[in-house]
């Protein structure tokens, strides 16, 4: 059993990637082989519209045909047993990074036809972890929460499900006194940082012992 974990994050150190952790080994606890794939390592663009995946009777049809870092990325997500995306929000949506990965990702196994047919051929969980520093009232008042569940309608439309962790009011600054930052009580971000997100972590530890769980369930 493997399970990949995006970070969508430009730190490998921060929130996202330390949710990330935390999933994986959730899921690591369930036996499962896992790996964290930090993409702003990678070289890549997002989908330049080539069609290639679309060509009737050609070689890369149901494939991107781009030759760059992402080409072995998507031969692990073809063998692999479960998928995890993780992003900080910005402007109310994924990072450039994730959000370009993700077109290049799942474009290629979407069907021109009429009920837009899936190509890829087996069913496996995915989920999203999402992290931002608004808190969770503001996060519902300006809709955060239908860009997740659209997101995570295209993500278990094409692996079969999809599930998503929201992580709100995440700590940005080591001082926040050497940035322009009056939005934010610094007081009650420590405070949220040290009781709050200990409680994040673990829920993203029980997301991937879940995720696990699932998958060996549906194995027996």
Avoid at 148 to 176: H, M, N, P
Wanted: aromatic share 14%.
């Amino acid at each position: 059993m493997t399970i990949l974990a995006f970070n969508g994050s430009p730190r490998k150190n921060c929130n996202t990637a330390t949710l990330l952790e935390k999933a994986l080994e959730g899921a690591a606890s369930k036996g499962a082989r896992t790996e964290l794939i930090n993409l702003f390592d990678l070289r890549y663009k997002g989908c330049s519209s080539c069609f290639a995946c679309k060509l009737k009777s050609g070689k890369s049809y149901g494939r991107c045909c781009v030759k760059d870092d992402l080409a072995p990325i998507f031969e692990k997500v073809d063998k692999a047993d479960a998928l995890i995306f993780g992003s900080p929000i910005y402007f109310g949506t994924l990072s450039g990074t994730m959000h370009c990965f993700l077109e290049r990702l799942f474009f290629q196994y979407i069907e021109y036809t009429p009920d837009y047919s899936v190509l890829f051929k087996r069913k496996i969980p995915a989920a999203y972890i999402f992290s931002m520093n608004v808190g969770e009232e503001k996060m519902k008042e300006i809709g955060y929460e239908n860009t997740f569940k659209r997101l995570e309608f295209s993500a278990g439309r094409i692996f079969g499900s999809c599930r998503s962790l929201a992580v709100c009011d995440t700590w940005q600054f080591d001082d926040y006194s050497k940035y322009v930052s009056t939005l934010f009580d610094p007081a009650e971000k420590a405070r949220i940082r040290k009781e709050v997100f200990p409680q994040d972590c673990r829920k993203a530890f029980e997301l991937g012992a879940d995720m696990a769980a699932d998958v060996g369930s549906a194995t027996l």
